[in-house]
C-alpha cells in the first residue's frame, strides 16, 4: 500500500534542499573559503577535544562539516569579508582564479560567448522600449512581462528545440539566423554540450542560452521585422526564464564573481545572474549599476 503523508510530515531530503545555499555550492563553491572554514571547524574541534569534552567536539564536526557542505561555509558573513582577506593576502590570485579547462594554448578551442547578440549594437534598454511598442513585453509599474500569447510560443518553440539532438540544434540555428555562417556542436572535456558559431573566429554559446534565444528570435519573427531587434530582443527574453530550458531545473541566482577573491572595490557591485544548478549554465546577466 502506498504511503501517503500528512501535512504535519516533513520530507527529511526537502528540509535538506531548504536548507542549501545555491550560490555558495556546487559549481560556485569557493574552495579557498571552504577549507578555511573546515581549518576553523578543525581548530574549534581540537580545542574541544583538548578540554575532554568528546561529545561537544563531535557535535560541532558533524554540524559544521554539514553546514559548510550545504551552505559553502559556516561562520558567518564569509563572502563578505574573504575577499579582502585574499586581496591582502601573499596567495598568488590565480589560486583563485583559475583558468578555464577547455584548451591550455590559443586557438585549441572557441572562446565562450554570451549570446547571439553578441557585437549587436542595440543597448538595452532601447531593445526594450521597442519591444514594449510592438506589444512583445507588457509593463505594470515598475515590472515587466512578456506578453501572454508570446510567452506561451516561447516555451513551446523552447520545448521543441530542447529535444532536438545538438548537432540538429546547432544545424537549426545555421539555417534561421542570417549572421550565423556556420554553426556546429561542440563538447568539452567534461561533457558539457555547446554549439560553436562562427566559421573563422568561433565563439561557444552554452546550449540552454541557443535553446531559449532561437526560440525568441523564431517567435519575435512574427511580431518583429528589425533584423537586429530580433537577435538583440532574443537576448532580452532571458531575463524572464524562470527554469532551464534544457533540464527543466529552477534557475538560481547567483553572482558574477566567485565569494572568495571576487571582490570588485568599495563601489563596484558585481553583476546578478540566473544560473543552471544543473546544467552549472548561466542563462542571464543583470548588469550592475555600480
Given at each position: 500500500?502506498?504511503?501517503?503523508?500528512?501535512?504535519?510530515?516533513?520530507?527529511?531530503?526537502?528540509?535538506?534542499?531548504?536548507?542549501?545555499?545555491?550560490?555558495?555550492?556546487?559549481?560556485?563553491?569557493?574552495?579557498?573559503?571552504?577549507?578555511?572554514?573546515?581549518?576553523?571547524?578543525?581548530?574549534?574541534?581540537?580545542?574541544?577535544?583538548?578540554?575532554?569534552?568528546p561529545?561537544?567536539s563531535?557535535?560541532?564536526?558533524?554540524?559544521?562539516?554539514?553546514?559548510?557542505?550545504?551552505?559553502?561555509?559556516?561562520?558567518?558573513?564569509?563572502?563578505?569579508?574573504?575577499?579582502?582577506?585574499?586581496?591582502?593576502?601573499?596567495?598568488?590570485?590565480?589560486?583563485?582564479?583559475?583558468?578555464?579547462?577547455?584548451?591550455?594554448?590559443?586557438?585549441?578551442?572557441?572562446?565562450?560567448?554570451?549570446?547571439?547578440a553578441?557585437?549587436?549594437?542595440?543597448?538595452?534598454?532601447?531593445?526594450?522600449?521597442?519591444?514594449?511598442?510592438?506589444?512583445?513585453?507588457?509593463?505594470?509599474?515598475?515590472?515587466?512581462?512578456?506578453?501572454?500569447?508570446?510567452?506561451?510560443?516561447?516555451?513551446?518553440?523552447?520545448?521543441?528545440?530542447?529535444?532536438?539532438?545538438?548537432?540538429?540544434?546547432?544545424?537549426?540555428?545555421?539555417?534561421?539566423?542570417?549572421?550565423?555562417?556556420?554553426?556546429?556542436?561542440?563538447?568539452?572535456?567534461?561533457?558539457?554540450?555547446?554549439?560553436?558559431?562562427?566559421?573563422?573566429?568561433?565563439?561557444?554559446?552554452?546550449?540552454?542560452?541557443?535553446?531559449?534565444?532561437?526560440?525568441?528570435?523564431?517567435?519575435?519573427?512574427?511580431?518583429?521585422?528589425?533584423?537586429?531587434?530580433?537577435?538583440?530582443?532574443?537576448?532580452?527574453?532571458?531575463?524572464?526564464?524562470?527554469?532551464?530550458p534544457?533540464?527543466?531545473?529552477?534557475?538560481?541566482?547567483?553572482?558574477?564573481?566567485?565569494?572568495?577573491?571576487g571582490?570588485?572595490?568599495?563601489?563596484?557591485?558585481?553583476?546578478?545572474?540566473?544560473?543552471?544548478?544543473?546544467?552549472?549554465?548561466?542563462?542571464?546577466?543583470?548588469?550592475?549599476?555600480?
Amino acid at each position: 500500500m502506498n504511503r501517503v503523508s500528512t501535512p504535519d510530515e516533513t520530507d527529511p531530503m526537502e528540509a535538506l534542499a531548504a536548507l542549501r545555499e545555491e550560490s555558495h555550492t556546487g559549481a560556485d563553491r569557493c574552495w579557498p573559503c571552504t577549507v578555511l572554514n573546515l581549518g576553523l571547524v578543525g581548530v574549534v574541534v581540537l580545542f574541544l577535544r583538548a578540554r575532554e569534552r568528546p561529545l561537544s567536539s563531535l557535535l560541532v564536526a558533524l554540524v559544521g562539516v554539514a553546514a559548510i557542505y550545504l551552505r559553502g561555509y559556516v561562520v558567518p558573513y564569509t563572502p563578505e569579508f574573504a575577499p579582502r582577506l585574499v586581496a591582502a593576502s601573499p596567495v598568488p590570485d590565480e589560486w583563485f582564479h583559475g583558468e578555464s579547462s577547455r584548451g591550455t594554448e590559443a586557438g585549441d578551442t572557441p572562446d565562450e560567448g554570451e549570446s547571439l547578440a553578441d557585437g549587436t549594437e542595440m543597448d538595452g534598454e532601447t531593445v526594450l522600449r521597442k519591444l514594449v511598442a510592438a506589444g512583445v513585453i507588457e509593463a505594470e509599474g515598475d515590472q515587466l512581462f512578456l506578453a501572454a500569447a508570446v510567452d506561451t510560443a516561447w516555451y513551446e518553440r523552447m520545448d521543441d528545440l530542447a529535444a532536438q539532438p545538438l548537432d540538429s540544434l546547432a544545424a537549426t540555428l545555421q539555417d534561421s539566423l542570417d549572421g550565423v555562417d556556420h554553426a556546429e556542436p561542440y563538447a568539452d572535456d567534461d561533457g558539457t554540450e555547446w554549439v560553436a558559431v562562427g566559421a573563422d573566429s568561433k565563439r561557444l554559446l552554452a546550449r540552454p542560452v541557443v535553446v531559449a534565444e532561437l526560440a525568441a528570435y523564431e517567435v519575435l519573427g512574427q511580431r518583429v521585422d528589425d533584423e537586429r531587434l530580433r537577435v538583440a530582443g532574443a537576448e532580452a527574453f532571458r531575463m524572464f526564464l524562470d527554469s532551464c530550458p534544457v533540464c527543466g531545473s529552477d534557475l538560481v541566482e547567483s553572482s558574477s564573481v566567485s565569494c572568495c577573491g571576487g571582490h570588485l572595490g568599495p563601489r563596484q557591485n558585481p553583476d546578478e545572474t540566473l544560473v543552471c544548478p544543473t546544467c552549472e549554465q548561466r542563462l542571464y546577466t543583470f548588469e550592475s549599476d555600480g
